[in-house]
């Protein structure tokens, strides 16, 4: 059996390791180029042509949900046309970083912090990304801190020099999606969604 080749449309290094797990859990698949736009902002101006590649060359497109107000609001603003059958466009609630907190055992010994300090409901969390930085204040590890925490002589940055780096790390080698989707509706929809899908190419 061929593979489907599915291109991926993200905000960040991390949102792109967060997906391509996703699309690799779906048999038949396999992830080709993947664009980093570096910004939901920047993301927002690239989703139209992405949603026209689409047509030619199946995409799978992961934006944070931020302080907008639900999830179908965004995609109708930034896709007012309709979405096309070969792009599956999720939308993480409020940040990717939620769907890495909803992993709580595994985040948990990871960042080396007690399993009670970690928000069993991370969709309901208004600033996750916030969330990951005082847990890494709290941490044991001393790796945790200095890469995640922003240095305080820096009062400008808002996480710390290695803050992707760490996370995309978990993700490879420790998050387990299964238990993740117990604790996230929104991944849980993420994960149904790529399932279910059936690009046609």
Same mark, same amino acid.
């Given at each position: 059996?061929?593979?489907?080749?599915?291109?991926?449309?993200?905000?960040?290094?991390?949102?792109?390791?967060?997906?391509?797990?996703?699309?690799?859990?779906?048999?038949?698949?396999?992830?080709?180029?993947?664009?980093?736009?570096?910004?939901?902002?920047?993301?927002?101006?690239?989703?139209?042509?992405?949603?026209?590649? /689409?047509?030619?060359?199946?995409?799978?497109?992961?934006?944070?949900?931020?302080?907008?107000?639900?999830?179908?609001?965004?995609?109708?603003?930034?896709?007012?046309?309709?979405?096309?059958?070969?792009?599956?466009? =999720?939308?993480?609630v409020r940040e990717v970083e939620a769907?890495?907190?909803?992993? =709580?055992?595994?985040?948990?010994?990871?960042?080396?912090?007690?399993?009670?300090?970690?928000?069993?409901?991370?969709?309901?969390?208004?600033?996750?990304?916030?969330?990951?930085?005082?847990? /890494? =204040?709290?941490?044991?590890?001393? =790796?945790?801190?200095?890469?995640?925490?922003?240095?305080?002589?820096?009062?400008?940055?808002?996480?710390?020099?290695?803050?992707?780096?760490?996370?995309?790390?978990?993700?490879?080698?420790k998050w387990d999606i299964a238990a993740?989707?117990?604790?996230?509706?929104?991944?849980?929809?993420?994960?149904?969604?790529?399932?279910?899908w059936q690009p046609q190419v």
């Amino acid at each position: 059996m061929s593979l489907i080749t599915v291109n991926l449309l993200v905000e960040s290094p991390l949102d792109e390791s967060v997906l391509r797990r996703l699309v690799q859990m779906k048999p038949g698949m396999e992830v080709g180029i993947s664009r980093r736009a570096g910004g939901k902002t920047t993301l927002e101006k690239f989703v139209g042509s992405v949603n026209q590649a /689409a047509a030619l060359t199946p995409y799978a497109c992961l934006v944070d949900l931020d302080s907008e107000a639900c999830a179908p609001g965004l995609i109708k603003r930034l896709l007012p046309q309709g979405c096309h059958s070969n792009l599956c466009f =999720r939308v993480a609630v409020r940040e990717v970083e939620a769907w890495l907190l909803a992993d =709580r055992a595994n985040l948990a010994v990871f960042m080396g912090v007690a399993l009670n300090k970690i928000d069993p409901y991370p969709d309901a969390n208004p600033d996750p990304k916030a969330l990951i930085i005082r847990l /890494a =204040r709290l941490s044991k590890i001393k =790796r945790i801190r200095q890469d995640i925490v922003p240095p305080p002589e820096n009062k400008t940055a808002k996480v710390g020099k290695a803050y992707n780096d760490v996370l995309i790390e978990f993700v490879i080698k420790k998050w387990d999606i299964a238990a993740a989707v117990q604790n996230s509706p929104s991944l849980e929809r993420a994960v149904r969604a790529l399932q279910a899908w059936q690009p046609q190419v």
